[in-house]
């Protein structure tokens, strides 16, 4: 291997994993599935991802200039209080965001003439398309990116630069590359959302509902009980997964964890808007809104 490659610590910034991939148009297989989860209706009320969809098929139209799309795993725990693993401490927008920003830093000082941006889940990027490109692992059937090494608990943070993919050290070759059928996911999800293997309805997908979702619950998701005592978010048909495992996760993804663990519904629903927001000010929870959360 050529000495001149360039090694990125991952570890040195929190992530477990790295791989670069070329930019490039996203394939037509995936821009078809793409496609007709929009015509079907399937992304629900997120409206934002029918726009720009010339740039999400085409990151060089994002970032003018883009060689290489850098893709990295920031690993978070376990849900807690009905609260998604990945919501128990600060937002991961800004989490995985600020380490991207070290990275592109440290890659300004070694090369002047780098430029990048970082993205995660915030602009018009498929990144668990552009992470299996990266050689990082594959999507299963639940739709989760899965590293067949670390499981299915990250996010996924990306930057778009302009350093061409092959300059970096290639990731090692994946011995498997399918989550394989076992079908547990689908058995698992208790809406009905993953209608089919891949295929996710967002409609009835109680993550979707309680995170992004500003419309009243549909009745039969309406309470805790029937939505399994999810409140913000749902892991059933990641728990499911055979490839599912404990991670360490970043000590920022964790800071509210004791107080959701030991909050009840009298707790959540004597919350004031004013204590929310104070509370939670650094927190993903505020894209549910207080409303959504303390209804049980
Ligand atoms: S997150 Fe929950 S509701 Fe959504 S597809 Fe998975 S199991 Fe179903
Ligand atoms: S539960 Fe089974 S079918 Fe579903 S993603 Fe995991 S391995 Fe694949």
Same mark, same amino acid.
């Given at each position: 291997?050529?000495?001149?490659?360039?090694?990125?610590?991952?570890?040195?910034y929190?992530?477990?994993?790295?791989?670069?991939?070329?930019?490039?148009?996203?394939?037509?297989?995936? *821009?078809?599935? @793409?496609?007709?989860?929009? &015509?079907? =209706?399937?992304?629900?009320?997120? /409206?934002?991802?029918?726009? #720009?969809?010339?740039k999400?098929?085409d990151?060089?139209?994002?970032?003018?200039?883009a060689?290489?799309?850098?893709?990295?795993?920031?690993?978070?725990?376990?849900?807690?209080?009905?609260?998604?693993?990945?919501?128990?401490?600060?937002?991961y927008?800004?989490?995985?965001?600020?380490?991207l920003f070290?990275?592109?830093?440290?890659?300004?000082?070694?090369?002047?003439?780098?430029?990048?941006?970082?993205?995660?889940?915030?602009?018009?990027?498929?990144?668990?398309?552009?992470?299996?490109?990266?050689?990082?692992?594959?999507?299963? *059937?639940?739709n @989760?990116?899965?590293?067949? &090494?670390? =499981?299915?608990?990250?996010?996924? /943070?990306?930057i778009?630069? #302009?350093?061409?993919?092959?300059?970096?050290?290639?990731?090692?070759?994946?011995?498997?590359?399918?989550?394989?059928?076992?079908?547990?996911?689908?058995?698992?999800?208790?809406?009905?959302?993953?209608?089919?293997?891949?295929?996710?309805?967002?409609r009835?997908?109680?993550?979707?509902?309680?995170?992004?979702?500003?419309?009243?619950?549909?009745e039969?998701?309406a309470?805790?009980e029937?939505?399994?005592?999810?409140?913000?978010?749902?892991?059933?048909?990641?728990?499911?997964?055979?490839?599912?495992k404990p991670?360490?996760?970043?000590?920022?993804f964790?800071?509210?964890?004791? &107080?959701?663990?030991?909050?009840?519904?009298?707790?959540?629903?004597?919350?004031?808007?004013?204590?929310?927001?104070?509370?939670?000010?650094?927190?993903?929870?505020?894209?549910?809104?207080?409303?959504?959360l303390?209804?049980?």
């Amino acid at each position: 291997m050529s000495t001149n490659l360039i090694k990125i610590d991952k570890s040195a910034y929190g992530f477990l994993d790295f791989g670069a991939a070329r930019v490039e148009k996203v394939s037509e297989d995936r *821009q078809g599935d @793409f496609g007709r989860y929009l &015509e079907e =209706g399937r992304h629900a009320g997120m /409206g934002y991802l029918a726009r #720009n969809v010339d740039k999400r098929f085409d990151p060089a139209q994002l970032v003018p200039g883009a060689q290489s799309v850098l893709c990295f795993l920031a690993p978070y725990g376990q849900a807690s209080g009905g609260v998604a693993g990945f919501a128990q401490g600060v937002d991961y927008h800004k989490v995985v965001k600020d380490r991207l920003f070290a990275v592109m830093s440290d890659l300004k000082a070694q090369f002047p003439a780098f430029e990048g941006r970082p993205f995660v889940d915030s602009a018009p990027v498929l990144e668990r398309y552009w992470a299996v490109k990266a050689g990082l692992g594959f999507i299963g *059937q639940n739709n @989760f990116f899965i590293s067949p &090494e670390f =499981g299915l608990r990250t996010i996924i /943070g990306v930057i778009l630069c #302009n350093i061409p993919y092959e300059r970096f050290v290639p990731h090692a070759p994946l011995t498997v590359t399918e989550c394989g059928s076992c079908g547990a996911c689908l058995r698992a999800c208790p809406s009905g959302a993953l209608r089919a293997p891949f295929e996710l309805d967002a409609r009835r997908c109680i993550s979707y509902l309680t995170i992004e979702s500003h419309e009243p619950l549909p009745e039969d998701l309406a309470s805790l009980e029937t939505r399994h005592g999810w409140r913000f978010g749902c892991e059933e048909c990641m728990r499911a997964c055979p490839w599912d495992k404990p991670l360490a996760p970043l000590p920022e993804f964790e800071t509210h964890r004791q &107080e959701l663990k030991t909050m009840n519904d009298a707790d959540w629903a004597s919350l004031t808007a004013e204590d929310f927001e104070t509370r939670f000010a650094d927190s993903g929870l505020r894209r549910a809104g207080l409303d959504h959360l303390s209804k049980s």
